[in-house]
T-cell receptor
Framework: AAGVIQSPRHLIKEKRETATLKCYPI?????VYWYQQGPGQDPQFLIS???????DKGSIPDRFSAQQFSDYHSELNMSSLELGDSALYFC??????????????FGPGTRLTVL | AQSVTQLDSQVPVFEEAPVELRCNYS??????LFWYVQYPNQGLQLLLK??????LVKGINGFEAEFNKSQTSFHLRKPSVHISDTAEYFC?????????FGKGTTLSVSS
């Protein structure tokens, strides 16, 4: 079965640079979620989109922005990168109209390292 | 605010022994609870979830969990673990669109 695709899988950036992470949800899924998992930490919710509109917002820094496109893929844009942004970034997708309790299917993650 | 607390950060166990990973939740409204597993260098995989109905939930890989409203718990159990069950386990609660995770429990299975 098709899964959530994230690209790139690994990314190395310098401080103050920008990064763009991409997420391709499972076909026919209309909701995308972004999470950040620091080393040895639990995943922290950043932001979600349903039908190309932002549906919920968590602890996403102002330096980050995201959007969902007409084909339902999503991009997380990160600017003025800091050392503390080094983490594993997960994308998840779900169907059923973004209701609480929907199963979120996670991608393999993008490991971002900021030097 | 809804949250979950995983009571054990690490659980070492021998192969074929039973295991219980503990999770307590705090919520004043209807709660949706999940257990996810994360193998090294991989994403999160859903083991099971509780939305409503039967309080005993069966999941993949022989895991099950029991929703206990009076004790506000959602403990994960497996009667006999395998080496391949070694992983990080996260309990989570659904809050709006987001999943709020516990700090995780590292299950280490040795022979």
């Amino acid at each position: 079965a098709a899964g959530v695709i994230q690209s790139p899988r690994h990314l190395i950036k310098e401080k103050r640079e920008t990064a763009t992470l991409k997420c391709y949800p499972i076909p026919r899924h209309d909701t995308v979620y972004w999470y950040q998992q620091g080393p040895g930490q639990d995943p922290q919710f950043l932001i979600s989109f349903y039908e190309k509109m932002q549906s919920d917002k968590g602890s996403i820094p102002d330096r980050f922005s995201a959007q969902q496109f007409s084909d339902y893929h999503s991009e997380l844009n990160m600017s003025s990168l800091e050392l503390g942004d080094s983490a594993l970034y997960f994308c998840a997708s779900s169907s059923n109209q973004d209701r609480a309790g929907d199963t979120q299917y996670f991608g393999p993650g993008t490991r971002l390292t900021v030097l | 605010a809804q949250s979950v607390t995983q009571l054990d950060s690490q659980v070492p166990v021998f192969e074929e022994a039973p295991v219980e990973l503990r999770c307590n939740y705090s919520s004043s409204v209807s709660v949706y609870l999940f257990w996810y597993v994360q193998y090294p260098n991989q994403g999160l995989q859903l083991l099971l979830k509780y939305l409503s109905g039967s309080t005993l939930v069966k999941g993949i890989n022989g895991f099950e969990a029991e929703f206990n409203k009076s004790q506000t718990s959602f403990h994960l159990r497996k009667p006999s673990v395998h080496i391949s069950d070694t992983a990080e386990y996260f309990c989570a609660v659904s809050v709006g669109a987001a999943l709020i995770f516990g700090k995780g429990t590292t299950l280490s299975v040795s022979s």
